[in-house]
């Protein structure tokens, strides 16, 4: 029996739905909605990673659902590009769900079975998302996501904090919605026809398509987390619980990738190219201020925020390459580039997740955030630490992990750039590519950070003495995740073949099948590059083995433990490590000038001593503040509108609908 | 793909630079000892060192953990590779196709990754500061480095090692002006990434003027010794990437067997000067302070974007 890949995703979505409307039956118990919902929600994960996984090669299939507004249905789609993101929300899912079946607890704000409610609204909605095809369908799975995510992230609601984090979420969340309805308007140009195939269909001159992708890009570019729009992400990715920071950082942001990529390559289909070099400026300016502000927080959960709003300036850039090259006609390039963002849209699911989920980890056995207070956790929590060790050398993008292959596409992709017909742009990309190995260094320097104050060293505080490792069904959702970081990093060329369907039918071209066997990576000639990271693992094992065994032949294995040298000083303590400020004083130092800094030095004859130090985005000055004013402003003329008689109300709308009346005759 | 020559020569590299790399920093130091009018030690000292070390037990402290313990042996694996990717002898060599000039940047990065760790892993002050302040070099050598091996990449139109070499070694005798700058920023990354004067000094254990040392300082027995190796392999493969870039001359194309065999001691001579040369530049300049550190490689950074640019307009 031949099962339909489409009605089989909505099939799963629904799944999800009923799942965790199931949780409502009894809302406090944590059995139900751990040990049977979750689970269930993981294998529905896997059963839609599945699905997507062998439709990436069949052609698009279309439906209509008997759903929606009358003369209104809700249209569906499954193409390769829908399939990819199809499989890695299944893929994912799969992993955080396991992991949140031994995470949730009992008496943490919302009620177990409430959350469980939300989260596979999320999830089912994120699902529908990435198959709906009219612009109708779209906004209502859009807006499910928005706001169940935002119940979520408050979960917690009892701290202000974290409702105000919500709050800011919520807003840019809408003022990004409603640039993509706009964008959605200018697309079907008058038509009155909203559905996606229609968009296809038109050929919108250039004034138009114009609005429209710098809508699209200013919407997504909201969700997604591109500067100067990525305030909330810092806030609500640690005002979340850890699983669901990781569904929104790896999964959620992905929605918004998946998006630009629809609009810009797919409905509007020709992209002009100086689109990519806006997409590549910000993705830029996004990937090296997330990543510098990531190397001065002193929260684990905000540094990885940071770290997601680096990773998805990375992916922008590689969207804005693939642009400029699609623009110029440069047709395999422009595969390439696209292959480049795909994958690190992949990877960046994978090792975020992960990393998110360790700190929950941590979050729970230590009941603590902030990185000045942990410290040595390798030796109570090895699981936990050697899953993240996985993660942090992924997501510093060193090899044979699965971090590398994407930047080395990514990087091969700026390399070709010479052949670029406009001089000027010649000169300006290999810049580019100096700032992507700058942010790609950096990485390095916050990942050593990360993992060397949170797992190394003494424990920062007595009570890390009782840190306890993972419970089982966190273990197997970390498992499974650093399992697909490795795996990705070592079988490149089969992902690669994976996503040339992806690229054949948004860019004409595919590298799958240029690829020179299965062992060597080499996207275009391989005389140009190559890389193959089985050979390189084989390679380095090899050494290391080779090393080890020699030594305890020709020498011994002899061992003692004592108390630390540190240079024959008796006294130190844990006090004396470097803590997460001291760890970011370089990179602040060298990058001075993105910092607002507010520093209080105490006096040379202080009694009591006291240094304090904020750094604060300089953007909020700058635009959110000024913005925040003129809102006000505007908003104190309207209240002359505002006399607190309900006739008087019911007069504005009499004279509102017969404004509207006149408009629309 | 696999030719005889190429196993040979792939052999041949790693032995020669896993056996020899501890001479080369045996020769800098003589020279350096010669330079500054002092009595050298012999060319063999540290063979004399790492056999000392090697068979002393190790003294590990208390809640050293397993990633401390397996540190040194990732670190010394990473060089290794790192020296067998860099073609020195002949540019026939079957791991290249493995790992291009991106991926050895990515070698050398992962094994100060690991460095890095190690040393904050006891959780001792110097540790965690040398770590930082390696992390601080790094973050901004990286990125120097791979411009400059981008330029050579822009020229050859490749990121393989001995696809560029191959070029370079093979075009007519002209001076590129982006492999010059490139030449200057080179020789300022390699001397921040080796612990060299003026960015760290090899040869003091003062706190505030060591960044690699620092890191090491828990280090003792087998474990020292496999880190002071690697050490000495960073040199060397530092030392061989100058020469595959800038003095690409000597070394044998494929199939070549008599250009294998004199590729050695042309290696060697390349390879004495270039130490020689090292130690002068150590001798005449002073130890800078660290917060100079990052101007210093910014410089560096910057030239290497200048000889990619200079590239694309001038020979583009």
Same mark, same amino acid.
């Given at each position: 029996m031949e099962i339909d890949p489409l009605q089989a995703t909505l099939a799963c979505a629904a799944a999800w739905l009923l799942i965790g409307f199931g949780g409502l039956l009894r809302p406090g118990s944590l059995v139900l909605s751990a040990r049977v919902l979750f689970p269930a929600g993981a294998a529905i994960g896997l059963l839609i990673a599945v699905i997507a996984f062998t439709s990436l090669f069949r052609p698009p299939q279309a439906l209509v659902l008997p759903l929606g507004l009358p003369d209104l249905p809700f249209h569906a789609r499954l193409d390769a590009l829908s399939a990819f993101f199809l499989l890695l929300l299944g893929a994912v899912s799969a992993g955080v769900s396991l992991f949140a079946s031994g995470y949730l607890r009992r008496g943490?704000?919302?009620p177990p079975g409430l959350q469980c409610v939300y989260y596979h609204v999320f999830l089912a909605s994120m699902a529908l998302v990435l198959v709906a095809d009219d612009a109708y369908f779209f906004m209502v799975a859009w807006e499910t996501m928005a706001l169940s995510s935002f119940f979520l992230v408050t979960?917690? &609601?009892?701290h202000a904090e974290i409702r105000r984090a919500g709050y800011l979420y919520l807003l840019i969340a809408h003022v990004g919605a409603i640039a993509i309805l706009l964008c959605f308007g200018a697309l079907q140009a008058g038509t009155g026809d909203y559905t996606f195939a229609t968009m296809r269909e038109l050929q919108p001159d250039a004034g138009v398509a114009t609005a429209a992708f710098l809508l699209a890009l200013f919407g997504f570019g909201a969700k997604a987390g591109i500067v100067p729009l990525h305030v909330w992400l810092p806030e609500a990715h640690p005002a979340a619980p850890s699983p669901v920071s990781a569904l929104m950082s790896a999964v959620m942001l992905k929605t918004a990738v998946y998006g630009l990529l629809r609009v810009t390559?797919?409905?509007?289909a020709f992209p002009l190219w100086w689109w990519g070099v806006i997409a590549l400026a910000l993705g830029l300016i996004s990937a090296l201020g997330g990543i510098v502000y990531a190397a001065v927080q002193t929260d684990m959960k905000r540094l990885l925020a940071y770290s997601s709003i680096e990773n998805i300036g990375l992916i922008i850039a590689g969207f804005g390459l693939t642009l400029l090259f699609r623009g110029f006609g440069m047709g395999i390039l422009a595969a390439l580039a696209l292959t480049a963002t795909l994958y690190h849209c992949l990877n960046h699911a994978f090792f975020k997740s992960l990393l998110f989920l360790c700190t929950g980890s941590v979050l729970h056995s230590t009941r603590e955030r902030s990185l000045g207070k942990l410290g040595g956790l390798i030796h109570r929590m090895p699981w936990v630490a050697w899953c993240a060790l996985i993660g942090s050398v992924a997501i510093a993008g060193l090899p044979p992990l699965n971090g590398f292959v994407s930047e080395w596409l990514l990087l091969q992709a700026f390399l070709f750039t010479p052949g670029l017909p406009q001089a000027y742009l010649n000169m300006l990309v290999p810049v580019a590519a100096a700032l992507v190995a700058l942010t790609a260094a950096l990485s390095g320097y916050v990942m050593v950070k990360f993992y060397g104050i949170v797992f190394l060293g003494q424990p920062r505080e007595a009570k890390l003495a009782e840190a306890h490792d993972a419970g089982i069904w966190e273990r197997a959702g970390l498992a499974w995740l650093a399992a697909m970081c490795i795996v990705l990093g070592l079988v490149p060329t089969t992902v690669i073949g994976l996503l040339d369907p992806i690229t054949r039918a948004l860019t004409g071209y595919g590298i799958g099948s240029a690829? &020179?066997?299965?062992l060597f990576l080499a996207p275009l000639q391989p005389e140009r590059a190559s890389y193959s990271p089985l050979l390189f693992l084989a390679g380095t094992a090899l050494l290391v083995a080779l090393a080890w065994l020699s030594v305890r032949v020709f020498y011994h294995g002899r061992m003692r433990r004592a108390a630390p040298w540190d240079c024959g000083f008796p006294y130190q303590d844990a006090r004396m490590q470097d803590s997460a400020e001291g760890f970011g004083q370089p990179v602040r130092q060298v990058f001075e000038p993105f910092f607002r800094i507010d520093q209080q030095v105490p006096a040379p004859l202080d009694e009591r001593p006291a240094f304090r130090e904020v750094h604060e985005d300089r953007l909020w000055y700058w635009l959110y503040l000024p913005v925040a004013r003129a809102a006000e402003f505007v908003t104190t003329l309207v209240t002359v509108l505002q006399r607190g008689r309900i006739s008087v109300y019911l007069t504005y709308s009499f004279a509102t609908l017969l404004v509207l009346l006149l408009f629309v005759r | 793909m696999l030719s005889l020559q190429g196993l040979v020569s792939q052999f041949a590299v790693l032995a020669l630079a896993v056996l020899l790399a501890p001479m080369l920093t045996g020769w800098v130091n003589q020279c350096r000892a010669w330079l500054q009018n002092r009595s050298a030690p012999g060319l063999l000292q540290p063979y004399r060192v790492l056999t000392k070390l090697f068979s002393k037990e190790v003294v590990l402290a208390h809640n050293a953990s397993p990633l401390f313990r397996s540190a040194p042996y990732a670190i010394f694996g990473c060089l290794a590779l790192a020296a067998a990717i860099v073609p020195t002898l002949g540019t026939d060599l079957p791991l290249n196709a493995a790992a291009d000039a991106i991926a050895l940047v990515g070698l050398l990065a992962l094994a100060r990754l690991f460095i890095a760790l190690a040393g904050m892993d006891v959780g001792t002050a110097f540790g965690s500061l040398g770590a930082r302040r390696e992390m601080l070099v790094g973050f901004l050598a990286e990125p120097a480095l791979l411009m400059v091996l981008f330029t050579a990449s822009l020229i050859s139109s490749s990121t393989s090692l001995a696809t560029i070499v191959q070029t370079l070694a093979h075009r007519e005798f002209v001076i590129y002006p982006s492999m010059a700058f490139a030449g200057v920023a080179f020789t300022m990354v390699s001397l921040a990434e080796n612990a060299r004067i003026p960015v760290d000094n090899p040869a003091t254990h003062l706190e505030l003027t060591m960044i690699h040392e620092a890191m090491v300082l828990e280090y003792s027995g087998r474990h020292l010794a496999l880190i002071e190796w690697a050490a000495s392999l960073k040199l060397f493969v530092y030392s061989c990437i100058g020469l595959a870039l800038f003095l690409p001359f000597g070394v044998a194309g494929p199939g070549d067997w008599v250009g294998l065999l004199v590729a050695m001691p042309v290696l060697g001579v390349k390879l004495a000067v270039g130490g020689f040369l090292l130690a002068l530049i150590e001798t005449l300049s002073a130890k800078m302070r660290i917060f100079r550190a990052p101007e210093f490689l910014g410089t560096a950074f910057l030239l290497a974007v200048l000889a990619m640019l200079v590239h694309v307009l001038l020979e583009g």
């Open positions: 943490e704000g919302t979960s917690d &609601h009892r390559l797919d409905l509007i690829a &020179h066997g299965w | -």
